[in-house]
């Protein structure tokens, strides 16, 4: 995991960078973020088209390509480790009108009546309004 940004109460956000890490927020959260996080890294490698014809330089570029088009798996944890709040947000965190932001807390119950102010720090830090309206898909 990718360290994003500190938020209140010693919480701090990190971005899920692997399938296996998706599992793990998968089991501690009692949701299906691994799903997703699979299924969106290999919509992302599908679209990659490989610059080069040679065979050892055919997938040089795949990583990267899919750091920049899959949407971002964020994971906010306490002092302790503890998963408090898994988020996707748009491809490198950057305002995309058509795409669908979703915030849950453990088994997809609502974050924001605990953690409000860790979503919002969470928008400040990548420009983006998370609004519950907006975020949270089982009003």
Known sequence: MQYICDAPDSTTWFLIETEGEAALESDAMHHAVEKHFRLAWEAAAQS???TSSSFVEKNI???AH???VMPLFLTLRDAEGQALVTAMLPPGGRHEPSFRTIIVG???????L???EAI???????GLTL???RCYPYR
């Open 48 to 50: 990659y088209r490989s």
């Open 61 to 63: 570029g795949l990583k």
């Open 66 to 68: 899919i750091q920049r």
């Open 106 to 112: 453990p088994e997809n119950r609502d974050p924001y």
């Open 114 to 116: 605990q953690h409000d």
């Open 120 to 126: 919002a720090k969470l928008g400040e830090h990548f």
């Open 131 to 133: 609004d519950r309206s």
